[in-house]
């Protein structure tokens, strides 16, 4: 349905001289380790020339982490936990774009705590997000992998733990962590022209015109 909207506003602007376009792709929130693929539209040259390019891919996580202290006595600590998005495309060119950064969502216990022998704390559920973009403007070379029929992929793939600092050794911790990424393209592109409706009018006119003269001229 994305796709055929896209296609219907892409029309109607062609008429009246815009130049954007845009798709996107959302996935929900999965548990981790994650591995999740959306696709985007490529540029269709047969409305214009292609000027420009907006790819934006994004990240987020929600995590709950908890901490439980097995040591004889009280231990003061933090915990913090991660999140790291890794993506790639089937497109060689655009994958190189993408893989060049990590999105790298975090939640913590809010700084030290103290936890009290034999307690147990949790904190969460916390929400983090991140993104990146990258854009590309007339004549760059990087515009043909984004010019063609069809999609490109775009994949993302987790990488979660949690760090401690503090506790001795003797803090037992855990997280339940969900995750799920997403991304959007945006063209720009000088759009193919169209007559305007008096154009059309007047060369209406002149075939009509040129129909009339040349039966009076048979008739001659």
């Not at 994305?2 to 029309?11: E, I, Y």
């Not at 047969?46 to 709950?64: E, I, R």
């Not at 515009?143 to 979660?160: D, H, I, Q, R």
């Not at 799920?180 to 007559?195: L, R």
């Amino acid at each position: 349905m994305k796709k055929f909207l896209a296609a219907a506003v892409l029309a109607a602007c062609s008429m009246s001289g815009a130049v954007n376009a845009a798709t996107s792709f959302s996935n929900s929130l999965e548990t981790t380790e994650i591995s999740q693929t959306g696709f985007l539209d490529k540029f269709d040259s047969s409305l214009g020339t292609l000027t420009g390019v907006f790819l934006n891919w994004n990240g987020q996580a929600v995590t709950t982490i908890t901490l439980t202290n097995n040591a004889a006595q009280d231990q003061r600590l933090r915990a913090t936990s991660t999140v790291d998005l890794s993506f790639s495309s089937n497109d060689a060119s655009i994958s190189a774009i993408l893989s060049a950064i990590t999105l790298s969502m975090q939640a913590n216990s809010g700084g030290f705590i103290n936890l009290p022998t034999g307690g147990s704390q949790s904190f969460g559920p916390i929400a983090d997000s991140d993104f990146a973009n990258f854009s590309a403007g007339a004549g760059d070379a990087i515009l043909a992998a984004f010019t063609g029929p069809g999609t490109f992929s775009v994949t993302c793939e987790s990488l979660s733990g949690i760090t401690l600092v503090g506790g001795g050794g003797n803090v037992v911790s855990s997280q339940e962590t969900q995750a799920a990424c997403g991304a959007s393209v945006e063209y720009a592109f000088s759009p193919t022209q169209v007559p305007e409706p008096g154009t059309l009018a007047l060369l209406g006119a002149m075939a009509v015109g040129a129909g009339a003269l040349s039966r009076r001229t048979r008739k001659a």
